[in-house]
């Protein structure tokens, strides 16, 4: 039997890398956005001179 919870067995396959910090990097293949944050999480981007990583992930919900 695998060893692990159910939960870091999820974790260990998304984990990308630990940072320098300690935290995990985890890689999400799906991004679901709502009409109420996303405004201020785009004008965040925009100001930062940012671009969305993968737009073919992203969908919104109302």
């Not at 999480?41 to 919900?61: I, Q, S, Y």
Request: proline share 5%; net charge negative; glycine share 8%.
């Amino acid at each position: 039997m695998s060893r692990g919870t159910l939960y870091d067995k999820v974790w260990d396959r998304h984990k990308v890398t630990t940072l320098p910090n300690g935290q995990d990097q985890l890689f999400v293949g799906l991004h679901l956005i709502h009409e109420v944050t996303s405004p201020q999480a785009f004008g965040m981007l925009t100001e930062r001179g940012l671009d969305v990583a993968r737009p073919d992930l992203t969908h919104a919900t109302v």
